[in-house]
């Protein structure tokens, strides 16, 4: 069992910028692929950025590519989103997830509670 639980999230301006934590506990972290999705009120979940189990590959949705980047640091159990030029459309539930398959899923194995994060405009 992988406990993931999410910090970081909260109210920006537009431009402004968040940097997510997620802090997994259980099982090896280094064995699992890690990533970020979202969930804007009254849409589907999104996919957001992803990031492999040394950290050497890295992908992420065009919505967000070149603003975000995900990066990990396996000695601390830790994932994080470092979320710059924020937009009101970035406003949502970002959500962690672990996968044990070898890149993240759309159904990964484990994902924490949510933190909020609202842009304003």
């Known amino acids: 069992q992988v406990q993931l639980v999410e910090s970081g999230g909260g109210l920006v301006q537009t431009g402004g910028s968040l940097r997510l934590s997620c802090a997994a506990s259980?099982?090896?972290?280094?064995?699992?692929?890690m990533g970020w999705f979202r969930q804007a009120p009254g849409k589907a979940r999104e996919f957001v950025a992803a990031?492999?189990?040394?950290?050497?590959?890295?992908y992420y949705a065009d919505s967000v590519k070149g603003r975000f980047t995900i990066s990990r640091d396996n000695a601390k159990n830790t994932v994080y989103l470092q979320m710059n030029s924020l937009k009101p459309e970035d406003t949502a539930i970002y959500y962690c997830?672990?996968?044990?398959?070898?890149?993240?899923?759309?159904?990964?194995?484990?994902w924490g509670q949510g933190t909020q994060v609202t842009v304003s405009s």
């Open positions: 997830a672990a996968d044990i398959r070898v890149i993240l899923t759309e159904s990964p194995d484990y």
């Open positions: 259980g099982r090896t972290f280094s064995l699992y692929a």
């Open positions: 990031i492999s189990r040394s950290g050497s590959s890295t």
